[in-house]
Structure formats: structure tokens, C-alpha cells
């Protein structure tokens, strides 16, 4: 990663503060995917199985050592004025060389429809040109997923490729993978 190139530990949208987890989020987070569990199940490659607590502490842990290491850029979704937590996103597998960066998101069922991720790719998304100087950033998701890609079609992104029988799903089929992707922010649409 560049010296130049700094990635806050929070950021704010209309509605949303995004900030890093922290240990202390760990029951939240875990009874956000508790009850999302059956949705993050058909979509999720890490969610196999439900999270126990334990593991919920492991991924706030790490997930604070990658952004610490700029490996990835995780963050939890909190209503500014409640702080309840309606998810998580972040950019994953970064390279900033180039640089560019892939944006990731899940909802907790409980707050989807409400257009919180589509409000927080289109931060994030600003935030990677802007602020990264990003040259491009992607989205990828199951093809099947069609809340999911509705995030980036409705924000302008180009989809780009379909990788057909590119991934496992975990009931054992064999899924294609949509890859949205926008080089420039004049591109962005509002919404």
C-alpha cells in the first residue's frame, strides 16, 4: 500500500456510520448473523454453518488486524441514530498498486429494502476515487443473487463478466459469478 494511502477507522453516510469492528461488537455482529443465518447461508461462502460467539470474536479480532496491516478494509454498518446494526461491508482484496479495490456487503435481514447498501457502496464507491484514487472497484456476486446485483446495476456499474461454474455454493452446485466494475466516478449514479 502506498505511504500516501490511509483508510479511517470510520466513515459516515446520511444514515449509516461505517467503522471498523472492534471486539465489543462481537454480539452484535453474531446475533445480526444468527438472524440473517438462512440468507447469508444461500449467498455467503463463509457461512457454512452459524457462527458461534467465539467465532464472531475471531473475525472482529482479525478483522481489525487487516485493516491495521491495510490488507482489506472491514466495516460494520450502524444506524447513525441508534447505533444498530445493520450489516457489513468493506473493501476486500485490494491491490494498490493498481490501485483498486472490491467492495463487499451483507444486510441484516431485518434492515434489507431499506437502500442502506446501496447508500454505502455509493460511499464507498466515492470514497475509493476520491480518496484512494482508485482507477477501478468491483462488486462480485452470485449470479442467482438478484438483490445483490441490483446494488451495483442501480449505481451505474458496468457488468463486466459472467464466470459461469466459477464457485461452490454451500447446498454443493455450481454457481456463476457476476463481476461488476466502474473506472471512473463520474460514472456513479444517484439514486
Known amino acids: 500500500m502506498s505511504e500516501a494511502i490511509q483508510l479511517p477507522e470510520t466513515l459516515e453516510t446520511e444514515r449509516l456510520l461505517l467503522r471498523v469492528p472492534r471486539l465489543q461488537d462481537a454480539p452484535a455482529v453474531n446475533a445480526a448473523i444468527q438472524a440473517s443465518y438462512p440468507e447469508l447461508h444461500e449467498w455467503m461462502d463463509w457461512a457454512v454453518q452459524p457462527q458461534t460467539l467465539e467465532q464472531t470474536q475471531t473475525f472482529c479480532r482479525d478483522a481489525r488486524e487487516?485493516?491495521?496491516?491495510?490488507?482489506?478494509?472491514?466495516?460494520?454498518?450502524?444506524?447513525?441514530?441508534?447505533?444498530?446494526?445493520?450489516?457489513?461491508?468493506?473493501?476486500?482484496?485490494?491491490?494498490?498498486?493498481?490501485?483498486?479495490?472490491?467492495?463487499?456487503?451483507?444486510?441484516?435481514?431485518?434492515?434489507?429494502?431499506?437502500?442502506?447498501?446501496?447508500?454505502?457502496?455509493?460511499?464507498?464507491?466515492?470514497?475509493?476515487?476520491?480518496?484512494?484514487g482508485c482507477r477501478r472497484v468491483e462488486i462480485r456476486m452470485d449470479s442467482c443473487n438478484a438483490k445483490s446485483y441490483a446494488v451495483p446495476e442501480r449505481l451505474g456499474f458496468k457488468l463486466e463478466a459472467l464466470l459461469e461454474n466459477d464457485a461452490r455454493a454451500n447446498d454443493g452446485s455450481l454457481r456463476d459469478t457476476r463481476i461488476y466494475a466502474m473506472f471512473d466516478l463520474a460514472a456513479l449514479k444517484t439514486v
Open 66 to 132: 487487516r485493516w491495521l496491516r491495510a490488507e482489506d478494509w472491514p466495516l460494520l454498518m450502524f444506524l447513525r441514530d441508534s447505533e444498530t446494526l445493520v450489516g457489513s461491508t468493506g473493501l476486500v482484496r485490494p491491490n494498490w498498486s493498481v490501485p483498486r479495490a472490491e467492495i463487499g456487503y451483507w444486510c441484516h435481514t431485518a434492515h434489507t429494502g431499506r437502500g442502506y447498501v446501496t447508500e454505502v457502496t455509493r460511499a464507498l464507491t466515492t470514497f475509493c476515487f476520491e480518496a484512494i
